[in-house]
């Protein structure tokens, strides 16, 4: 009951959330200096033409009657038709691009944690150790790490020097994508290991010097069953959310990093669109990404509050 | 939304019960390094003679160590040891002049939201709440698309989703802070509002603002980078880091080192960054 009532005020925040984010989203094309109509019909269009587009692109009409027009196109799910492919709605043009980017995300996400959690619990199993300190350089180390020349040297050592994996494309068999993906998931698991290590590191610390931890270690428990039952279970808890938080860091990497191996997801699409100054797929985009986000922090808040009822009571 | 953190990486304190007595290292091997990356690039001219915009197409892929040119010569003959120096000189610039404004207008911000409360606190949190929402790097280049390609729209892109971060961290310091009795006490001897919010609170809230603006400045230099590597910032031929390794990759296999060392200068600029900023938190911890 207390739950529901949670995920109900909690679904409430969303709403103002996604008005302004809309709003923003409409308003790229009123940062954009000149006139849509002229960019899209070309510098050398006769003033009628532009006035008719004008008229059928609505943009005759006062700011707040255009955002209520592209809100009202939103929600039935019309993006808009693209500049750059002319007839083509912005809406397959995306969605037939999302696959590549969703295997990034979520093997690169496997990735991350597969590699973060060995690391933070040998470092923080012996605070102080050589081993640690090893484990401590990665962030400072790999704070300035951009992600797509992680991606460039990885192509350098493991595609090209040892030709062991493919360096570009995303394959067409199942088999193919996972091949093609290992490279661009390692990629964006690399650059995001800096903050997961140290903030798992640090709770992992914390953890380790409460009451219940002594408890666990005076009745005799293993260190294994207490590294792993005890302390990982509650410092992964806190862990989840900097890794929510992370997913929209790393979902913004993924436009340099699909570039840099020519994966054809809504990254490199973004890109491509950028290159053509294709706005209405610049925005459905962005709309998408930003859409995305909110909905893993709806996730994690979630998650984190089913799993620790403290959130939810405060 | 609100118990969310900024998507972006901050600097925690991260082994405070390990405080050592004696001489703060991290910070001075930190301040070291920068100072030296700075001075290099703003002695860039003294550092080097060769022109970074001279092309010879003569001398063009020299490896590096060939006399001359210490760390070879790119595709068209230019030298790069001279574009990484003059390269700097943008990328600093623009990473440490980005961060100032956002700083300075979030931390305003944060102040009066954590002093004021009430409306104007949930209006600017709901704004903030819009602004997180969006992946940094998606924002970022939406925006400079719209923009238009340049340092100019970096600046401004930069800045309007970079104060988020700031007003959250002085924000959530204030509301600490205020119901401290050094700010009672400003309080209950009737001083004028602004005098204990510039006087007595921003001192002791601002610090953290401080670390975190460390750790930005490499975010943005990032940013920068990535931007110019996609093509959306920095303009060739205009010696830049980004737009550096964008032309490096090019020639991967024949010139490994073209777009190997750009990106090696980045690590090393957010490596300084990051031992000042841990040094200041030991620093913080250890009064």
Redesign the interface.
């Given at each position: 009951m207390q739950y529901a009532l949670y995920v109900l005020r909690r679904l409430l925040?969303l709403i103002?959330?996604l008005v302004?984010?809309t709003f923003?989203?409409f308003l790229?094309?009123k940062?954009?200096?000149g006139d849509p109509a002229v960019t899209l019909l070309g510098v050398h269009a006769t003033p009628k033409a532009v006035a008719e587009l004008h008229q059928q692109m609505g943009l005759d009409k006062p700011l707040y009657q255009q955002y209520l027009t592209f809100l009202g196109h939103l929600l039935q799910g019309n993006l808009g038709q693209s500049y750059q492919y002319r007839g083509v709605s912005v809406s397959s043009l995306v969605f037939s691009n999302l696959a590549p980017t969703v295997w990034l995300i979520v093997v690169g996400t496997v990735f991350a944690v597969a590699i973060t959690v060995p690391l933070a619990m040998i470092s923080a199993n012996r605070?102080?150790s050589v081993t640690d300190g090893a484990v401590?350089a990665i962030?400072?180390?790999?704070?300035?790490?951009?992600?797509?020349?992680v991606g460039?040297?990885l192509?350098?050592l493991l595609g090209?020097k040892v030709k062991v994996l493919p360096v570009s494309g995303f394959g067409t068999s199942f088999g193919g994508h996972v091949q093609h993906i290992i490279l661009p998931a390692l990629t964006i698991a690399l650059a995001q290991l800096?903050?997961l290590i140290?903030?798992l590191r640090?709770s992992m610390?914390e953890v380790l010097g409460s009451d219940y931890i002594v408890t666990a270690k005076a009745k005799g428990l293993s260190r294994s069953r207490v590294m792993f039952g005890h302390a990982l279970r509650n410092a992964g808890v806190a862990s989840i959310?900097?890794l929510?938080?992370?997913l929209?860091?790393?979902?913004?990497?993924t436009?340099?990093v699909e570039?840099?191996f020519a994966l054809n997801g809504v990254g490199f699409q973004?890109?491509n669109a950028?290159?053509g100054r294709d706005?209405p797929v610049?925005?459905a985009?962005?709309l998408i990404?930003?859409v995305f986000?909110?909905t893993v922090?709806l996730l994690?808040?979630l998650a984190h509050a089913a799993l620790d009822p403290r959130?939810r009571l405060g | 939304m609100t118990s969310i953190p900024a998507p972006i990486p901050t600097v925690t304190a991260d082994a405070p019960r390990q405080s050592r007595p004696g001489r703060n290292y991290t910070l001075y091997v930190g301040l070291t390094l920068f100072a030296l990356i700075v001075l290099a690039a703003i002695f860039a001219p003294l550092l080097t003679s060769a022109d970074p915009l001279q092309q010879n197409l003569l001398q063009a892929r020299l490896a590096p160590g060939s006399s001359g040119h210490l760390l070879g010569t790119d595709d068209l003959g230019r030298d790069v040891l001279s574009r990484i120096l003059f390269g700097a000189r943008i990328d600093l610039k623009v990473g440490v002049l980005a961060v100032l404004i956002p700083l300075v207008v979030g931390s305003m911000l944060g102040l009066l939201c954590g002093w004021w409360g009430r409306w104007f606190d949930t209006i600017v949190m709901r704004l903030v709440d819009i602004v997180v929402a969006f992946p940094f790097y998606v924002l970022v280049i939406a925006l400079v698309f719209a923009l238009g390609q340049g340092t100019r729209s970096i600046y401004i892109a930069i800045s309007a989703v970079g104060w988020v971060a700031y007003c959250r961290i002085v924000r959530g310091q204030v509301l600490v802070a205020k119901e401290q009795e050094y700010a009672l006490a400003a309080r209950a001897s009737g001083l004028p509002t602004w005098r204990i919010l510039v006087r007595h609170l921003l001192p002791n809230v601002i610090l953290q603002a401080i670390v975190y603006a460390m750790s930005d400045i490499v975010l943005s230099i990032l940013a920068i980078v990535t931007l110019s590597y996609l093509g959306l910032g920095v303009a060739p031929p205009t010696p830049e880091w980004g737009s550096m390794i964008a032309e490096g990759q090019n020639s991967l296999l024949t010139q490994w080192y073209l777009a190997t060392i750009p990106g090696l200068c980045v690590v090393v600029v957010g490596l300084a960054l990051a031992l000042i900023a841990d040094g200041l938190v030991n620093q913080f911890n250890k009064r």
């Open positions: 925040t103002p959330v302004g984010i923003i989203v790229l094309l940062l954009i200096p605070p102080g401590r962030p400072l180390a790999g704070i300035g790490l951009p992600s797509f020349w460039i040297m192509i350098l090209l800096p903050i140290r903030s640090a610390l959310t900097v929510g938080v992370n929209a860091y790393l979902v913004g990497s436009v340099a570039k840099v973004m890109y950028i290159l706005l610049v925005q985009i962005t990404f930003a986000v909110v922090n994690t808040d959130v | -």
